[in-house]
């Protein structure tokens, strides 16, 4: 399973965008890609849906038990 910042540095360079133009496409400033890109992990859930929202997907909170059942 890929990781965030995997996954979002791949699928941008796949789209042919530099972090700027990803960044104005997804409404985000270009720390919000740089960060996610670097694989830092403070960062705002929402800024991270908008950008996830360009490739059709969102994070959400998961609960324990329904990782256990």
Do not use: C, W, Y
Not at 2 to 26: G, M, P
């Amino acid at each position: 399973m890929k990781n965030l910042s995997e996954f979002v540095k791949e699928r941008r360079k796949e789209v042919d965008l530099t972090q700027e133009e990803f960044a104005e496409r997804a409404g985000v400033a270009l720390t919000v890609i740089r960060k996610i890109e670097q694989g830092k992990t403070n960062l705002n859930m929402d800024k991270v849906n908008l950008v996830l929202t360009m490739f059709g997907h969102t994070l959400a909170p998961v609960n324990q038990k329904e990782i256990e059942k």
